[in-house]
């Protein structure tokens, strides 16, 4: 493929030679790009030779327990403006050559490309910002890091038409890498040196909230970060916001649920269909079944959700639990006939029909 991308893709690597191989062909492949750029952080594997292998430029960098430090030093080497980042773990499944060069073409200082990206097995997918300009942007954050604004730049996201797939979270894998104990430990020790930081507050919430092992947890950092971190606009605030709700529900606290939902309504509830999925679960677990439909309705359909599903089956499947709960079989019926192919909703229907 001869490239018509003005990108250059950006990695940073250690030991990865069970996917590197795989991830750079498929850049490669659907991308064509001309400038691959991959920073070892000490590799004691064959990763530096199979990113060789690939035409990649490799280069060497002293790890110093800052995920964006390295992700910036990879950019500092990249021959063109716009920088796609990717890790090892992480495969590019298609992409809209022509929609890419149109995203590039319309965009200005404040812009930021979210690509579709599917969480290995699936088919859970949404909407990560991997791709920006790095004379306008560049990477933040010791773990968990983000694409921010140099200067006075703002940050507008939409969405680039690439699609890739993540396996880093699949069981064997997360396991085999010891993320959440990595992750923990380089939080804690930047918290150690920032203890008010927003930011490193809520990744540290965040890091619970994914392993999933102890939400009560999660939902006292979140608490601590939300008290301290006050710009709304931010992206990390709204995540923090949607966890921190997600994280109440799911410890069974939904009148504190309730309270959190009515306190931020008036930033997102118009411009976040996934805020309004977590309205409709509080909701519902508060009994208010006439809010939650209405909310889950509000959500199908909804344009740059960071979760496919809300705008679809996800949102039709909840419905159609309502629904049965409260004995409206033939309307439940139709919502799971929404849903597609999504099991849950499959399973549903084998038993009511």
Not at 216 to 230: I, T
Not at 301 to 329: K, P, Q
Request: glycine share 6%; net charge negative; hydrophobic share 35%.
């Amino acid at each position: 493929m001869i490239s018509k991308l003005p990108i250059s893709l950006c990695m940073i690597v250690k030991n990865e030679e069970k996917f590197l191989d795989t991830s750079l062909k498929s850049v490669t492949s659907v991308l064509g790009l001309d400038d691959l750029i991959v920073v070892d952080t000490g590799s004691t594997d064959r990763t530096v030779e199979i990113a060789k292998e690939n035409g990649a430029k490799v280069y060497d960098f002293t790890w110093i327990k800052d995920f964006s430090a390295a992700r910036n030093f990879s950019a500092e080497h990249a021959k063109h403006e716009w920088v796609l980042y990717l890790d090892a773990d992480e495969e590019l499944k298609e992409a809209d050559i022509e929609g890419i060069l149109t995203f590039i073409k319309s965009s200005n200082a404040d812009t930021v490309g979210a690509l579709k990206m599917i969480a290995h097995p699936g088919p859970e997918s949404s909407n990560w910002t991997r791709f920006y300009n790095r004379k306008t942007h560049k990477l933040d954050g010791t773990i968990h890091e983000q694409i921010v604004p140099i200067e006075n730049n703002g940050r507008e996201i939409r969405l680039v038409p690439i699609v890739a797939v993540h396996y880093g979270y699949a069981p064997d894998i997360k396991e085999s890498k010891g993320k959440f104990e990595r992750n923990e430990r380089m939080l804690k020790e930047a918290l150690e040196k920032q203890p008010s930081d927003p930011y490193i507050l809520s990744q540290l919430g965040k890091c619970y909230y994914v392993n999933g092992e102890d939400l009560l947890k999660a939902c006292e950092y979140f608490e601590k970060a939300l008290a301290v971190g006050e710009d709304h606009r931010l992206e990390y605030i709204f995540i923090t916001v949607e966890q921190y709700g997600f994280s109440l529900i799911n410890t069974e606290q939904y009148e504190k649920a309730l309270e959190h939902i009515n306190k931020y309504a008036k930033y997102y509830a118009d411009v976040k269909p996934e805020f309004r999925y977590l309205c409709a679960h509080v909701y519902q677990n508060n009994g208010m079944l006439q809010e939650a439909v209405e909310c889950y309705e509000s959500c199908i359909g909804a344009e740059a959700v960071d979760d496919d599903g809300i705008a679809s089956y996800l949102s039709y499947y909840n419905i159609g639990v309502i629904l049965e709960c409260v004995g409206m079989i033939e309307d439940a019926i139709i919502m799971y006939e929404n849903c597609g192919d999504y099991e849950p909703a499959k399973q549903r229907l084998a038993v009511l029909k």
